[in-house]
């Protein structure tokens, strides 16, 4: 079974600086989906940026940014220009892409990122 | 917008009530996913279902039970709630069982268990 960590339960930036937040996972596949959710304290949660396994290059959204590492089965986010509305709990996730269990995302456990003024 | 709407946003019940927790999604997908969530231990897979009245356990299903009788809605039961599942529950859809598509949240329920 697929297992995603991550490792830091809680960090802090300050408004305008950039910020990195780990994750690695664990899986035998080859291809497969990575994600990264917002939620924020409305609780919706909400897809920040996603990454394909089999696309070398990094995945990225406006502030946000991923270094996918598939060697080391590592998948980091950074948000740089950090605003007060990025402000929320962050949770990696893992998706196969075919086959059994390809229709559920397995999550880490968060990472609570607070933004200070 | 894909809407997927839970029906209550707050619930309080006593220890032994049968308890139902509604979801609906508006986009015909046909996949729907009931997590729990809990501090420092994130999202963990209920129950899901990838068709009308079809549905699989997911990690943690002891407790719980699921209905899908219509596409667009999937319920979650307790049927005799406890303590221990005092917590946050959030339902999921997504419109395909392949690719990176999304998966679509609602907005959770916080279930308090008395």
């Known amino acids: 079974a697929q297992t995603v960590t991550q490792s830091q339960p809680e960090m802090s930036v300050q408004e305008a600086e950039t910020v990195t937040l780990s994750c690695t996972y664990d899986?035998?596949?080859?291809?497969?989906?990575l994600f990264w959710y917002k939620q924020p304290p409305s609780r919706q949660m909400i897809l920040v940026i996603r990454?394909?396994?089999?696309?070398?290059q990094n995945a990225t959204e406006n502030r946000f940014s991923v270094n996918f590492q598939k060697a080391a089965k590592s998948f980091s986010l950074k948000i740089s220009d950090s605003q007060l509305g990025d402000a929320a709990m962050y949770f990696c996730?893992?998706?196969?892409?075919?086959?059994?269990?390809?229709?559920?995302?397995?999550f880490g456990k968060g990472t609570k990122l607070s933004v200070i003024p | 917008d894909v809407k997927v709407t839970q029906s209550s946003r707050y619930l309080v019940k006593r220890t032994g009530e049968k308890v139902f927790l509604e979801c609906v999604q508006d986009?015909?997908?046909?996949?729907m996913f009931w997590y729990r969530q809990d501090p420092g231990l994130g999202l963990r897979l209920i129950y899901f279902?990838?068709?009308?009245?079809?549905?699989e356990k997911g990690d943690i299903p002891e407790g719980y039970s699921v209905s899908r009788e219509k596409k667009e809605r999937f319920s979650l039961i307790l049927e005799s709630a406890s303590t221990n599942q005092t917590s946050m529950y959030l339902c999921?859809?997504?419109?395909?069982?392949?690719?990176?598509?999304?998966?679509?949240f609602g907005q959770g329920t916080r279930l308090t268990v008395v």
């Open positions: 996730a893992y998706r196969n892409p075919s086959g059994a269990g390809s229709y559920q995302l397995t």
């Open positions: 899986t035998s596949e080859s291809d497969y989906y």
């Open positions: 990454q394909e396994a089999y696309k070398q």
């Open positions: 986009m015909d997908h046909e996949n």
């Open positions: 279902s990838y068709d009308v009245k079809m549905k």
């Open positions: 999921a859809s997504i419109p395909s069982p392949r690719g990176g598509t999304e998966a679509f």
